[in-house]
């Protein structure tokens, strides 16, 4: 088990030099505001140095230190924190036992989650939130709690997965998409499928959806030892409570054997409005991989997700209406900017409601994506018999102004807003309370990048 550290075995890992008594954390903290109890305190440099938080944190009973300068108490000094931190988390590494990485354009933390409501009653632990990057993977690694264990991996730009990947070594793959999120910083989506894959060159096994076949095409067989291509499941009902998605017939293909395996498990309940049809087939995928009871899906309808706004429902008092809210802002991308619509048009159509989409922008996506997400807006509104309000805050939804007043089931309204703070986000909340109380029976859906922070028309904070 990684969890628990010793101040001494760092220092002997890092050649470090330690100062006091060799001490016992169970495992370790970068923010002195958090709990500190028990854990060591490692003072990463920043816009301040870590170390500067020492006092702080040692009143509320934290361990020892790790830090470039010697501080009071018991402690370890290295040369650089954020290099000892990569180390210690791939040194550990060792300790555990099935690792099961997960990376892709978006789906990470959700399939994430799901994964872990099933295995955590056979022992694997998870990442917390999108504790993703190369300080908050070898963080979660060091305290992990279990032997088996789920973590996610993120990526910005070329050349990180490298890093990342020496650190982790799953034994298991999941590819979960590969789509338009940072695609700014890529030159193609081959490009961004040939970051992500590098996680995986020493797994024993890869898991990725069927639609990502293509993308494999360009690889050796034999650079990959193993992987299962799942089809997404259908979802065939969806409501404010989640949805129901049909797994009779599902199908896993071994890409090298080209050999299937035939499963029917019938419907499974998921109380969750994000679409899961890639991410409950990669978790089927999961647990026959493992040997796990596809009869544990059943869990599910029982399924809380801890991280906060993904397809949240929240009922609110607006207007004089309750009204039922679908935040959906902790980040974004095409797709699942696309997703979200189409779960609030299916619902509204099936309950005579009308919707009011606020959107924001999405972050690092090329120009090219972007013609792709008006086009499918378009489409989708045109073929709606759903009316749609669309409150479109900046310049980012330009051209999808002009498109979108075409249709007689739309209405829309630019506000000059590119990112929320505490002067302009009543003018956000007052646009949405206007429309709330004309509309006989709206739905609100709010969705953008997490830096536009469009929580803040609710007042909320994530």
């Known amino acids: 088990m990684a969890g628990v550290v010793l101040s001494k075995e760092i220092a002997e890992v890092l050649g470090g030099k330690l100062f006091g008594k060799n001490k016992a954390a169970l495992g370790i903290e970068i923010d002195s505001r958090r709990d500190v109890k028990n854990r060591a305190f490692w003072a990463l440099k920043g816009k301040r140095d870590g170390a500067d938080f020492w006092e702080e944190a040692k009143n509320k009973g934290a361990a020892f230190w790790v830090a470039t300068r010697r501080l009071s108490g018991s402690g370890v000094l290295v040369d650089d924190t954020l290099e000892a931190l990569k180390r210690i988390a791939y040194y550990l590494r060792k300790r555990m036992g099935v690792v099961i990485g997960v990376?892709?354009?978006?789906?990470?933390?959700?399939?994430?989650?799901?994964?872990?409501?099933i295995l955590k009653d056979w022992g694997f632990s998870a990442s917390r939130g999108n504790f993703n990057n190369f300080i908050g993977l070898p963080m979660e690694m060091i305290n992990s709690r279990s032997v088996d264990a789920v973590f996610e991996v993120g990526i910005n730009s070329l050349g990180e997965m490298d890093e990342l990947e020496w650190i982790l070594q799953p034994n298991?793959?999941?590819?979960?998409a590969i789509g338009s999120a940072h695609s700014g910083n890529f030159g193609s989506k081959d490009e961004i499928f040939g970051e992500k894959v590098k996680l995986f060159k020493r797994s024993e096994i890869l898991l990725a959806p069927s639609y990502l076949e293509g993308y494999f095409k360009g690889l050796e067989r034999a650079s990959l030892r193993r992987v299962l291509f799942v089809e997404p499941i259908e979802r065939k009902k969806v409501d404010l409570s989640g949805a129901v998605y049909e797994a009779k017939n599902f199908l896993i293909r071994d890409w090298k054997s080209m050999k299937e395996y035939k499963v029917d498990v019938g419907d499974i309940k998921v109380s969750s409005l994000v679409d899961l049809s890639i991410s409950l087939a990669l978790l089927m995928g999961i647990l026959h991989v493992l040997g796990v009871p596809f009869s544990e899906l059943e869990k599910l309808v029982n399924f809380e997700s801890s991280a906060r706004a993904r397809m949240e429902v929240l009922k609110r008092e607006i207007a004089e209406k309750e009204v039922e809210i679908v935040l959906d802002c902790y980040n974004a991308s095409i797709e699942t900017l696309l997703s979200g619509i189409r779960t609030l048009e299916k619902i509204a159509f099936n309950n005579q409601m009308d919707v009011v989409a606020c959107l924001g922008r999405i972050e690092e996506i090329a120009s090219s994506e972007k013609k792709v997400l008006i086009d499918s807006i378009r489409l989708l509104v045109c073929k709606s018999f759903v009316k749609f309000v669309f409150i479109l805050l900046g310049n980012?939804?330009?051209?999808?102004?002009?498109?979108?007043?075409?249709f007689s089931n739309v209405e829309v309204?630019?506000?000059?807003?590119?990112?929320?703070?505490?002067e302009n986000s009543?003018?956000?909340?007052?646009?949405?309370?206007?429309?709330?109380?004309?509309?006989?029976?709206?739905?609100?859906?709010l969705k953008a990048s997490r830096a536009v922070r469009l929580e803040k028309a609710l007042g909320l904070r994530i």
Do not use: C, M, Q
């Not at 990376?103 to 409501?117: P, V």
């Not at 298991?172 to 979960?176: D, P, S, Y």
């Not at 980012?396 to 075409?406: Q, R, T």
């Open 396 to 406: 980012f939804y330009d051209d999808l102004v002009e498109v979108l007043s075409n």
């Open 426 to 445: 009543d003018v956000v909340y007052r646009e949405l309370k206007r429309w709330i109380s004309k509309l006989e029976k709206p739905i609100v859906y």
């Open 103 to 117: 990376t892709g354009s978006y789906g990470k933390t959700t399939f994430k989650e799901l994964a872990h409501w």
């Open 172 to 176: 298991i793959g999941v590819l979960t």
């Open 413 to 422: 309204v630019k506000l000059g807003i590119d990112y929320l703070d505490d």
